[in-house]
């Protein structure tokens, strides 16, 4: 049985989908198994530091609806295509209630 | 004229010459997006040593600079490709240890691979760190003029 909070983050992932998910994700590109699926892309700036010379870099990360990432199987390594840019999955972060931040890196 | 410290490290990235990727002389900071590799030689730190025996003023000392040359890049197989470099840069450093006559000598001292988390960017960062142990002379009045 649904849980009320479940329902209200199902709520809100849905509405939040609604309004901000302008990407289409391509998942596993090419693959007879291709699908395209929603998702909230970002990939901002990030300092690397940890030598003496920090390099800059993009962190590509994708917001999709948990229930899309485990129907599809999305998982460490899964091939992704996004604005025409090939990624793979590093980690699927869950929240642990309805958004799974995939976290990416370019091949 | 300039500091025996920017002569030497004006010296080391002549002597690397065009390894086939970006040399600074000093520290790059921070390194753009698209540079790709790049190797920043730069003096860690100094240590002054007393000269033999000679009285006067002023003296003339022997100075062991810690030269760091730092390789950072992004990329999916650091081991392989650090490695690679090390064997480049290690290869070109001994090919005159005196750097144009700027050093008296120079040792490798210690090298270092640090990988960073592979969740922060597009790719994984490496560095990959020689330290070197360089020995110059100069006058405590002039440290611009390097003294055999």
Do not use: C
């Not at chain 2, 190797?39 to 003296?59: A, C, I």
């Not at chain 2, 840069?89 to 750097?99: R, W």
């Not at chain 2, 490798?108 to 360089?134: C, I």
């Amino acid at each position: 049985m649904t849980s009320r909070f479940q329902n209200h983050a199902d709520d809100i992932i849905n509405h939040s989908m609604a309004e901000f998910a302008h990407d289409d994700v391509i998942v596993r590109p090419g693959d007879p198994a291709e699908v395209t699926l929603e998702g909230i892309f970002d990939h901002a700036y990030v300092e690397i530091s940890g030598g003496e010379v920090p390099v800059e870099g993009r962190r590509p990360v994708v917001g999709m609806r948990t229930e899309d990432v485990e129907a599809n199987n999305i998982v460490q390594g899964t091939p992704l295509r996004i604005d025409g840019v090939d990624y793979f999955v590093v980690t699927p972060e869950p929240d642990g209630v309805a958004r799974t931040n995939l976290i990416l890196n370019e091949p | 004229m300039s500091h025996i410290n920017k002569q030497l490290r004006d010296a080391i990235v002549a002597a690397l010459g065009s390894p086939g990727w970006t040399v600074s002389s000093g520290r790059v900071l921070p390194i753009a997006n698209d540079a790709g590799p790049v190797t920043s030689v730069y003096v860690r730190t100094g240590t002054v040593l007393e000269d033999d025996q000679v009285l006067g003023n002023p003296k003339k000392r022997f100075r062991g600079l810690s030269v760091s040359l730092e390789t950072s890049m992004k990329t999916h197989t650091p081991d392989d490709d650090l490695d690679d470099k090390q064997v480049t840069l290690e290869k070109l450093m001994a090919a005159d240890i005196t750097f144009a006559g700027i050093a008296i000598e120079s040792n490798l001292a210690s090298h270092e691979l640090q990988v960073e988390d592979g969740t922060l960017g597009e790719k994984p960062v490496a560095h990959l760190f020689l330290n070197y142990d360089v020995v110059v002379r100069v006058a405590d009045d002039d440290p611009e003029t390097p003294l055999s």
